[in-house]
């Protein structure tokens, strides 16, 4: 199939990321490969059938090696200190510092953080105040749990983490606003992580990345490249994704009422709401750019060595070849092969993480205010303008807390 001339652009547009679905939708009915580029204008090849996203998240002729991209989209051009992450390995690189890792970050050190988790979520709601009868749920909510979470985990000192976000935003969606430009904001985040690692090796404490500055197997450990790159990867996922997992969750159950109402009835149903958010409303529409090791076939279609393939998760989440009523959203779906954490090798570490988030946030709000509504009409919300995740700028709502005799 010639896929040269499909009308297709993508866009960092707010607008559009508003309301992307039909657009995703109608690209996966046309062909499941297209020849696009991005906003700034490097080519891409698009997958977006769920069968080939699968199959390509774990095809070893796809690499997440930058050095391999000819003229393509690259991502974030970073400093070799935050570069160095599992994001762009392949193994044998990817499999040892993963391994590495994982002695570090455990399911049992993730469980042992509910409580933890619980408290500051408590905490941020008695202390929000309504302004003028509303609460917006990403300020008071959703943006400050995952970096207080994050920054205890890592030991990042409370004063520094707001800036930290500044960074991370300016990286994702520069504007001319913004107090720093991208090229100052990765300066400021490789010298803060340096900083911060250099105090947990004089000064050792229980946190993660004392853990990780000290971690070994037999003779191995991490560079200090690797550390850098690996405590950036760490804020960076476990901030910028939770934050748009709890916005989407939360505001995809204002709009099914039914399914929010179902929710109160039955909190069991958290966990598979929030995998049904992941499906439905997930806070990245592509997986991460991959480059093709050598000239390949992908569903028929030639990809030259060296080019880049994105992964349309968004689209391949709503394939009606694989996800029966795939445009409902049901939080007790039992069918759910969702691809929002990865696939194979490249499974995200953090998911546990961000799962207990995510369910802990809404079940909070779900519990506290029973009667809750959006503050205005949804099309008038903000949405980051990034093609690369979609998130909310804020989410007002009007809310009453549960009374006694409810």
Known sequence: ??????????????????????????????????????????????????????????????????????????????????????????????????????KAFTARRVDAMRPQIQRVTDRLLDQAVPHDGTLDLIRVLAAPLPMIVIGDLLGVPPERREVFRTWTNTLLAPSAGSPFTPAEALGHLEDFLRELIAGHRDVPDDTLLSDLVGVRDGGDALTEDELTSLAFLLLWAGYETTVHLIGNGLLTLLRHPDQMDRLRRDPGLLPASVEEVMRFAGPNPYAIRRFAREDLDLAGVRIPAGDTVLLLLAAAHRDPRRVTSPDDFDIAREDNPHLGFGYGIHHCLGAPLARLEAQIAIGTVLSRFRRIRLAVPVDSLRWQPSFRSRGLLSLPVVISPVQADE
Do not use: C
């Open 1 to 102: 199939m010639d896929t040269q001339n499909e009308p297709l652009t993508l866009t960092d547009d707010a607008a559009f990321m508003a309301h992307p679905i039909p657009a995703y939708s109608a690209w996966r009915e046309a062909s499941t490969v297209h020849r696009t580029h991005t906003p700034d204008g490097a080519p891409v090849w698009l997958v977006t059938r769920y069968d080939d996203v699968r199959a390509a998240l774990s095809d070893r002729r796809l690499s997440l090696n930058k050095a391999l991209a000819t003229t393509g989209y690259r991502g974030f051009s970073l400093p070799p200190a935050l570069d160095a992450n599992l994001l762009n390995l392949d193994p044998p690189d990817h499999t040892r510092l993963r391994r590495l890792v994982a």
